[in-house]
Each structure stands twice: as structure tokens, then as C-alpha cells.
């Protein structure tokens, strides 16, 4: 049983402060790796992709892997009231359009002003 | 900016009648996937086709489900008869090759 893992939170950080979502994954092989943001009732929205160890940037975000540690995060500095949301974690055993995604159950992260 | 398209946004039915939903995928998008997410979880996938053809329906629970995508576009998604259990939100998603996906703005049904 392929599993992605994450804390359901709420996790609460105050606005201008760093956020970090943590997501940990079963299995090993894993090729491809995605954030989405979902806000409430709304559909799942891919802000971040990594594919190789080491970090990746885009703007206020910052994704980080880990695949010995079979370990994926994202940071969100500068955290915005906007910001408040399910993140979801995604993970794919292939690259391209090989597989699907598995998801994790989503943190939810609430940026108080 | 090119979006999927679903529809409709909302259904509401009773048990044992049937329902269908609607997806256009991204222009040039040959990858489409069907999810399914229950509030609190994750999206899970239901089937995915690449062009016409199913590539994965092992999760599609076949005695009541169906999705066909008849001409590698757009694509419908059937439940008959529908149960109480598949109130949830039924998400489209499209990818071109990169393995991103994209996911249209969903169809929450409701099942009385």
C-alpha cells in the first residue's frame, strides 16, 4: 500500500513568519513530487513541483527533497491571511505521465494577521 | 489561461438514480484522471485515460461506475445507481506529459 503521509494540523503561524509543511512517503522509488493548495470548497491548485534532492524556489515558496529520507517540504515565507489553506502533498512512483498521484490528507495552514 | 472544464458544479440526487458528470481537459492535454475526494482527505484516483484508452481503473468500482472518453477529449463520468456513500467532490484533472496535473473546478454531488 502506497502512502503519503501528513500531519492534518491546524497549524497556526502568525502572518510575516515561515511556514513549514512536512510530507513523508512509503515508497521509495518515487520519481515525481507536487504541492497543491486547496482552499475550502475549492478544487486542488499545483503551486510547487520537484523531481531531484535538494531545494527548489518559486517566490514565497521553497520546496525541499530528500528521497533517502523518502522526505518532501514546503516552505512559505512571508506568510500571508491569503496563504490559509489545505496543502496537499502528491507523490508519483514515475515521471511524465507514467502513474498517478497519490495524496497525502492535507495540512491545514492558517496564517493569523 | 486555460482551465478545465466541469459540470455542472453541483448535483443533488437520490439514492438509486443515476448521475453524470462532465470534463473538457486543457487544449492538448492527452492525460485525463478522474478523483474522487471525501471531505478531510486527499483526491483519489478513479480512472485515467491516455487519449481514448483506459490506462488505470483499477480503483473504479465497476459494478456501478463507468467513464469513457470516447474521442480523446472530453470525457463523462457515470454512477448508477448512485448510494449514499458517493457524496463527495468528483475532480477532473488533465496533464500534457509532464506528469503536472491540473484539476478543474469539480462537481460536488450530494446523494440523499
Known amino acids: 500500500q502506497k502512502e503519503v503521509e501528513q500531519n492534518s494540523g491546524p497549524l497556526s503561524v502568525p502572518e510575516g513568519a515561515i511556514a513549514s509543511l512536512n510530507c513523508t512517503y512509503s515508497d521509495r522509488v518515487s520519481q515525481s513530487f507536487f504541492w497543491y493548495r486547496q482552499y475550502s470548497g475549492k478544487s486542488p491548485e499545483l503551486i510547487m513541483s520537484?523531481?531531484?534532492?535538494g531545494d527548489k524556489e518559486d517566490g514565497r515558496f521553497t520546496a525541499q527533497l530528500n528521497k533517502a529520507s523518502q522526505y518532501v517540504s514546503l516552505l512559505i515565507r512571508d506568510s500571508q491571511p491569503s496563504d490559509s489553506a489545505t496543502y496537499l502533498c502528491?507523490?508519483?512512483?514515475?515521471?511524465?505521465?507514467?502513474?498517478?498521484?497519490?495524496f497525502g490528507k492535507g495540512t491545514k495552514l492558517s496564517v493569523k494577521p | 489561461e486555460a482551465e478545465v472544464a466541469q459540470s455542472p458544479r453541483y448535483k443533488i440526487t437520490e439514492k438509486s438514480q443515476a448521475v453524470a458528470f462532465w470534463c473538457d481537459p486543457i487544449s492538448g492535454h492527452a492525460t485525463l484522471y478522474w478523483y474522487r475526494q471525501i471531505l478531510g482527505q486527499g483526491p483519489e484516483l478513479l480512472v485515467q485515460?491516455?487519449?481514448?484508452?483506459?490506462?488505470?481503473d483499477s480503483q473504479l468500482p465497476k459494478d456501478r461506475f463507468s467513464a469513457e472518453r470516447l474521442k480523446g477529449v472530453d470525457s463523462t463520468l457515470k454512477i448508477q445507481p448512485a448510494e449514499l456513500g458517493d457524496s463527495a467532490m468528483y475532480l477532473c484533472a488533465s496533464s500534457r506529459g509532464s506528469g503536472k496535473q491540473y484539476f478543474g473546478a469539480g462537481t460536488r454531488l450530494s446523494v440523499l
Open positions: 520537484i523531481y531531484s534532492n
Open positions: 502528491a507523490v508519483n512512483l514515475y515521471g511524465g505521465s507514467q502513474g498517478n498521484l497519490i
Open positions: 485515460f491516455q487519449d481514448e484508452s483506459v490506462v488505470d
